[in-house]
């Protein structure tokens, strides 16, 4: 009981402003002219009874005025997801202490964490004017996930405990409960993921093109002018809660998709949704952001001419001196400095299930990962490409975490190309070749492919300087640059030998997170990409773990979901950590290495520090870009 109170009132506490009283509405001019045609409502009918209400001065802001058009790049067209990313309307979601707060829900319920009784928002409306139920909740349950054609593989994995399926059950058109017969300490941290499950749906707009439930004949139709095979087909092509790229389907963003398949993707401000500033201004302060789709080696140099408002996408440390020069030459920008979120800049992936059965018992000796790790001038990368600021060290929690062990950090990491030489030749890897690489057990030379996104220069630049010192332990760093989502498909089918990445997305964890991520649960995981498979599956596709520290890290992990002791916590949290440090599952390379992040010098409410990190805190999500606003916004109307 005492736990059910304490984190009930937690989430209270948490909450920006859950008992005002709503105040006097000021209308939008950007919607002015469909009120006055009758297309739209007015401003008292299309917030939610009680509105999430933020007092602005209290988180240190300033209200502002609604207008603006705010421009941002991404390099690929299937990045306009990155607006449901920043916008960051949750059912609950991070302040920035990375405490929960309820968001899209009023509130919520919480008994010995298994049981979750959310309350929605009264008069809360999708952004077509639809109302906001618990309908929407059921349809995902009933039509969605529990279609074997929409869905095959059934509900999630977590709605799974202990392998046990919870319930969902509906008891008013503004309550929903999930409920499961233990505790799911996971449930809530997953709805506030930047990437979320979205269990709900407008099923107003999806019950259209779903074969229990349209009208046959124009579904029929519907599938033969979509191109598709099925109804199934056609419905989840229209379901793009997270791909953000079916300007039909309704949603609950701050902003909603207004383009077409073009370079320069539009967002409009949201009619309905449900935040107001405790002066009666409709969120989103700003009234459309413009997404431009452009090359990812050409934003820093279009941020640098001034074509960006807000910008930290597709920027790296590299581009901090060129975009520092612009902001001193005139620029309308400032540049700042944020901390990077990630546990490590660069980390290399030994893939403990590529196909090739003599390299993968060689990357799976941890002797071959220390001495790889032992072979690297950490020193030297950061001197050369990030002039001493970033943290020299293994993959780990970062500093500022409560979970930080600077032995965890240093663990394998100093250079000592004699020691990393000893652990290689007492792996029996003695023969060698004329010109002095070692032979694998089969007689072929160690040449160690190493693959990347070729999106970040630094990446290369230091893999190049790698290149140097591994030639020291006999081994040849050959890199091989691929598209993103190519090097993703040839890591999660095994066909590659290993990839450089970021490393965790979440490194600053507390002893409350779940530490799923380190134990092998997902095939996004680059050194186990097949165990995270079999997890995932429940054991239909990949291969099940099979060295006893991945077990462990399982064990541990599920010790974890079983204890509400801090303390346990805590201690699980540090051997699986020490776990990493001593496998070196993922050699990480550096961390902390500053972000910068471009702002026009007329926008506000930006906060002059942050973290950027996609997990937890979904980039601009946790600082609420809704409140964002520029200080002489240009007052719109929409055509």
Known sequence: MFRFI???????????????????????????????????PRIADRLPETPLIVDLPAKGRSFGRQGGTLRTMVSRAKDVRQMVIYGYARLVGYDTNYELYPDILRDIEIEEDRKFTMHLRPGHRWSDGAPFTSEDFRYWWEYVVNNEKITPTGPPEFMYVDGVL????????????????????????????????FIYRPAHYLSQFHGDLADPDALKLETRKARVKSWAALHNRRDSMYKFDNPQQPTLQPWINASGTTSRQVFVRNPYYHRIDAQGVQLPYIDIVEMSIVGGGLVAAKANAGEADLQARGLDFPDISILKKGEADGGNYRT?????????QIAIYPNLNFNDPVWRDVMRDVRFRRALSMGIDRHMINRALYFGLALEGGMTALSSSPLFNRDDLSMWAAMDIDAANELLDEMGLTERTSDGLRRLPDGRPMEFIVETAGERQEVENALAIVTDTWRDLGIKLVMRPLDR???????YAGVSMSAVWFGWDNGLPSASTSPMYLAPTNQEFFAWPKWGQYYQSGGEVGEAPDMPEAKRLLELSDQWN??????????????????????Q???????????PVVVNKRLRNVPETGIWAFEPGAHFGVHRIDEFYFEDALQQVTQ
């Open 485 to 491: 989502d190519i090097l993703r498909n040839r890591v």
């Open 585 to 595: 599952f993922a050699i990480g390379i550096l961390s902390e290495a500053p972000q």
């Open 6 to 40: 304490a984190l009930c009132l937690a989430l209270m506490l948490a909450s920006p402003a859950p008992a005002q009283q709503r105040p006097a509405l000021q209308e939008s001019s950007f919607w002015q002219m469909e009120i006055n045609q009758g297309h739209l």
């Open 166 to 197: 919870g319930s969902v059950t509906f008891p008013d058109a503004h309550t929903v409960v999930f409920e499961w017969p233990t505790p799911n300490a996971n449930f809530l941290p997953l709805l506030a993921q930047a990437a979320p499950p």
């Open 336 to 344: 700042l400095l944020w901390g990077n979120g990630a546990a490590s």
């Open 562 to 583: 079983h204890t509400f002791n801090r303390d346990e916590r805590r201690a699980i949290w540090a051997q699986m950590l020490d776990i990493h440090a001593e496998q």
